[in-house]
């Protein structure tokens, strides 16, 4: 199964820059999206391997055996049972 690298939709430059970002992701059965600073940068449909996935690795990739390689920070994680619109996302930030 591929793993997905996070760009910008204009670019190729990878997310990891030094700055903050406020990154909201939504995987709704085979349709993955995700948000990065308030502009939506990816709307994908995910292949069949994706389905068999149900966990959920913050900092490690999705392999059966995490990696656990993560060199960063992370902060303020929040889980919502439903998709949020474009608004409620913004509504977010604190």
Not at 4 to 26: F, P, S
């Amino acid at each position: 199964m591929a793993s997905i690298l996070l760009t910008t939709k204009n670019d190729t430059n990878l997310i990891n820059n030094g700055q903050w970002h406020r990154l909201y992701i939504e995987r709704s059965n085979r349709k993955l999206r995700y948000t990065l600073d308030n502009v939506e940068q990816s709307d994908n449909e995910l292949s069949d391997k994706w389905q068999e996935r149900t966990n959920i690795f913050i900092g490690a990739q999705l392999t059966i055996v995490p990696d656990g390689n993560y060199n960063g920070k992370i902060d303020d994680v929040s889980f919502f049972d439903c998709s949020l619109n474009n608004a409620k996302i913004k509504l977010q930030i604190i």
